[in-house]
Nanobody
Framework: EVQLVESGGGSVQSGGSLTLSCVAS????????MGWWRQAPGKEREGIAE???????NYAGSVEGRFSIFKDDAKNAVFLKMDSLEPDDAGTYYC???????????????WGEGTQVTVSS
């Protein structure tokens, strides 16, 4: 199975930026998507960004216009650039790999262990 490892989490001031990285242990199956999910304390895990094998991107409304997902296929890596961070963005961020679409929980096949993001006022 594909193993995913996230990095890049940390603490940032409100309005600041962070870029998260995720590296897969091997190239995912052809046609796989990569995505990012997050979970705040007391809330359900939510999908926030995905990129398909052919480069199509989709975002949750809560991050649209502030976050950008991109990938480097040669490095089996996906990234999430987060700008204009707000306290509500705080939580654990998870990298995911799945079948075709990565904002659909039933399609997810591999999860990373998560990286923590804290946003202070």
């Amino acid at each position: 199975e594909v193993q995913l490892v996230e990095s890049g989490g940390g603490s940032v001031q409100s309005g600041g930026s962070l870029t998260l990285s995720c590296v897969a242990s091997r190239q995912p199956p052809y046609g796989s998507c990569m995505g990012w999910w997050r979970q705040a304390p007391g809330k359900e895990r939510e999908g926030i960004a995905e990129i398909t094998y052919d480069g199509h991107r989709n975002y949750a409304g809560s991050v649209e216009g502030r976050f950008s997902i991109f990938k480097d296929d040669a490095k089996n890596a996906v990234f999430l650039k987060m700008d204009s961070l707000e306290p509500d963005d705080a939580g654990t961020y998870y990298c995911a790999s799945g079948d075709e679409r990565c904002l659909r929980p039933r399609a997810i096949r591999s999860w990373g262990e998560g990286t923590q993001v804290t946003v202070s006022s």
